[in-house]
């Protein structure tokens, strides 16, 4: 037997290439970035508090056309995350 040479798979990047299909791996690995980014800050934070950042940055990643800039989404998230832990964002 050898040993697989290689990055090891990752289970939440296999998870969204699964749902969004259509992504490209720069999109995917960008999205997932922000995704942990949240879980971490859901872990600290507490659900509630984490489910209304997520969707206040998700409409402010959102297009007209429904669709989601994943680029932008990643970018809001990092931001509000941080001025949430400050204490400077606007829906606390």
């Not at 289970?11 to 749902?19: G, N, T």
């Not at 409409?59 to 056309?65: D, G, I, Q, Y």
Request: charged share 35%; proline share 3%; aromatic share 10%.
């Amino acid at each position: 037997m050898s040993k697989k040479t290689g990055r090891p798979k990752d289970p939440i990047l296999s998870m969204y290439r699964e749902l969004f299909p259509e992504w490209s791996d720069r999109t995917l690995r960008t999205f997932c970035k922000a995704e942990r980014q949240w879980q971490a800050f859901r872990e600290y934070a507490g659900e509630e508090v984490a489910l209304e950042v997520r969707k206040e940055v998700t409409e402010l990643a959102s297009r007209e056309n429904g669709s989601l800039s994943v680029r932008k989404y990643a970018q809001a998230m990092e931001v509000a995350i941080v001025l949430r832990l400050t204490g400077k964002f606007a829906g606390k």
